[in-house]
């Protein structure tokens, strides 16, 4: 074991902080997963986590690992990034996030009930703006905010008030990378903090490939994840006559409703496409290219037998698999229109391909597929930038430094 230095020292000395986290999904996603392996990465008796949820499948996670959660069946949000912000039919929405408001209220009150005062509240996304609002009532004590996506400008009625809300209510905001940070208003002054990761050893990767280019998606299926494009470009890539095994890793992001499906599906809004998908995959006739791994929380085990990762999003933002799959030295091809230098560099860590364009995601798996010495090299870089980023140990001290600041020792 490494020793400890002047600053991890000073940190396990400090009392321990009771943070109350609060997270607004269900399924065990990207920012559930970044959320958990934070809590579990703190130094040793630094943070007493309690954590308010959605219930479902990350509730379980908590529970099983032994961290203090409650569920409730909503957290209410307030949704002002660059892709989903309301507008046309998406205002609809908003109807769902207000039905959420009072039960929003319930959970703080519950937790606050059951556990007491805090030192200090986490919100694991800034799109939860009425829990900021009454965190900072209920509790009195610090807010730290997570920024996860890329937000819009402050340019309109909506960004006006909302950046107010937030610079009241708020008293600091972690970015997860230079992307994220370059879209918040000036005036939030931003800290960025890469998102942490489980450093698992990449050696004996390559002896789980069985030869077969395999290219993949992890995550929740999603139309916005850009899985329709993903299937699109398998089918020319078959055209094309290369053996490519095309792999979903994951699983649908909500539990099925058809009566609430049906309903977002005509307002145009769904994010649900997993029989689409199968649909799709059918009429291309790329059911022997396409497969279906299932979820699992072993990702070490799924990019052991990836050569290459897509995450074609309409986020036009980096995600985490991209960050996970370069431990592992596995490039990523990504819907990018400007990745800055600590998440992906053009040509060097990856490719960069221009959103749901399904015929250049496609030329992008084919020139890492035909290049294989390309593709270990981009692979090869892609581990040092995630080395040097997303150490999980680094940036959990990152986030208890932050921490500290706002509530110094007594």
């Not at 496409?273 to 291309?284: D, K, M, P, T, V």
């Not at 995600?319 to 800055?340: D, M, N, V």
């Amino acid at each position: 074991m490494c020793r400890l230095n002047g600053m991890e020292r000073w940190m396990q000395a400090e009392a321990r902080l009771k943070v109350l986290y609060v997270h607004h999904a269900g399924p065990f996603g990207g920012a559930s997963r970044s959320l958990f392996e934070l809590i579990r990465s703190f130094p040793a008796g630094s943070v007493k986590p309690h954590v308010l949820t959605r219930r479902g499948q990350f509730q379980s996670i908590l529970q099983r690992a032994e961290i203090e959660v409650i569920g409730c069946q909503g957290i209410s949000q307030f949704d002002n990034t660059r892709y989903s912000h309301y507008r046309g039919a998406r205002w609809l929405v908003l109807l769902r996030e207000l039905a959420y408001l009072p039960l929003t209220l319930l959970g703080l009150l519950a937790a606050r009930r059951r556990w007491g005062g805090f030192d200090l509240v986490h919100i694991n996304d800034i799109t939860l703006v009425p829990a900021i609002w009454l965190a900072r009532r209920l509790f009195g004590c610090p807010v730290v905010v997570h920024v996860r996506s890329v937000q819009r400008p402050m340019t309109d009625w909506r960004g006006r008030w909302l950046y107010r809300l937030l610079s009241r209510c708020a008293d600091r905001f972690v970015a997860i990378d230079q992307t994220v940070a370059r879209s918040l208003a000036p005036c939030l002054q931003p800290v960025v903090v890469h998102n942490g990761l489980v450093l698992a050893p990449a050696a004996g990767a390559q002896s789980e490939k069985d030869g077969v280019f395999t290219v993949g998606m992890v995550g929740g299926l999603s139309r916005a994840k850009g899985c329709l494009e993903f299937v699109e470009a398998a089918s020319i890539c078959r055209a094309r006559g290369l053996t490519i095994r095309f792999v979903f890793v994951g699983q649908s992001m909500r539990t099925r409703s058809p009566a609430r499906d049906a309903v977002l599906k005509w307002l145009g809004v769904s994010q649900e496409i997993e029989q689409e998908l199968h649909a799709l995959i059918g009429r291309l006739n790329v059911s022997e290219t396409v497969e279906f791994w299932p979820f699992t929380l072993d990702l070490a085990s799924v990019y052991a037998r990836l050569d290459a990762l897509c995450f074609p999003s309409h986020f036009d933002a980096p995600g985490r698999p991209i960050f996970e799959a370069a431990l592992f030295g596995i490039p990523s091809i990504a819907a990018i229109s400007a990745p800055t230098s600590d998440t992906l560099v053009e040509g060097v860590t990856g490719l960069i391909v221009p959103p749901q364009r399904a015929d250049k995601l496609a030329e992008a798996i084919l020139t890492l597929a035909q290049n294989p010495e390309m593709c270990a090299r981009m692979g090869q870089n892609a581990r040092m930038l995630a080395n040097e980023n997303f150490d999980i140990q680094k940036n959990a001290l990152r986030v208890l430094s932050v921490y500290r600041e706002l509530v110094p020792a007594a």
